[in-house]
């Protein structure tokens, strides 16, 4: 059975204040699609640097569509600060257990095999500090030789994203309106707009804003490089990754 518990220390302050994915939430999957290549993406990666993979921890898990494709891995649990795409979670993927919790400030108590962080997830979060508080909660989290499956949106997306016009996009008979614009230095806020229809003729405005910051692929690194070995980095092409590429995916192993 699912079981949904907040981190082992209560909610921090920066969690309480955290209202992102809460108004997207509900139509999240049907935008986004099914998470099946992300999940594929982090099998083939256990499979090809060989670990035994019994756990695994996925940070940022939204709705569960990643983890839904991961039942093979017979301990699954996800983290996310979003009550709205976790109890989407809870209903895809009733084996995994389930975290209310910062993904820069969380404590389980207990170590995986694998952690994955999927989905320009890590962007989330809007300063660096907070991303090397993340990479420090995923080497407490990783038993030796462990890995740590993640992927970026570079800043040369998020440039190019900013530099676009707005997409809108009609969707279960509502439209979608995003708009990401600068929000300063390589910070972005994405303007998520919904027009949801009631069914009779009219419309209901649903709207969030989230943010993502980009950061140069060779900060990340230099910060990994302490406690992790590089195993394997790709962009969308199977090329190595550069700040212009449009996605890059890292697959690192815990030192030890
Ligand atoms: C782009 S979605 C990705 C969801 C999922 N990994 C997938 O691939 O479908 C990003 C997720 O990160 C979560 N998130 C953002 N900031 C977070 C934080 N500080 N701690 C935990 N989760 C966070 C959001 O609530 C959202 O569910």
Redesign the pocket.
């Known amino acids: 059975m699912s079981s949904m518990s907040a981190a082992r220390h209560g909610l921090s302050t920066r969690m309480e204040s ?1 209202r ?2 809460q108004q997207f939430a509900q139509f999240y999957d049907a935008l ?1 699609g099914d ?1 099946s290549s ?1 999940s594929a993406r982090i099998l083939e990666a256990i499979d090809r640097f060989d670990v035994d993979a019994t756990s695994l921890l ?6 569960g ?2 983890l839904d494709g991961l039942d093979s891995i017979p301990t699954l649990v996800g ?4 009550a709205g ?1 976790l109890s989407a979670a809870a209903a895809k993927v009733p084996s995994a257990e389930l975290v209310l ?4 400030d969380f404590d389980l108590g207990t170590t995986f095999d694998v952690v994955a962080c ?4 890590v962007n ?2 809007v300063n660096y500090e907070l991303w090397e508080s993340l990479f420090e909660g995923v080497a407490r989290h990783l038993k030796p030789g462990g890995l740590f499956i993640f992927d970026l949106n570079t800043t040369g997306r998020l440039h190019q994203l900013v530099a676009s016009p707005p997409w809108v996009h009609d969707f279960d008979g509502n439209t979608l309106i995003m708009n990401v614009r600068s929000n300063g230095d390589e910070a972005t806020i994405w303007d998520i707009r919904v027009f949801a229809s009631s069914g009779d003729g009219t419309f209901t405005l649903h709207h969030e804003n989230i943010q993502e910051l980009g950061v140069a692929l060779e900060t990340v690194r230099t910060t990994l490089a302490t406690e992790f070995d590089l195993l394997h980095e790709e962009d969308d092409s199977g090329g190595l990754p550069t700040d212009e590429s449009s996605r890059a995916y890292f697959v690192y192993r815990r030192l030890g």
């Open positions: 955290m992102e994915y986004m998470g992300r996925e940070l940022g898990c939204g709705t569509s990643v983290l996310d600060a979003s795409m919790g910062d993904m820069a999927v989905y320009d997830t989330h979060l």
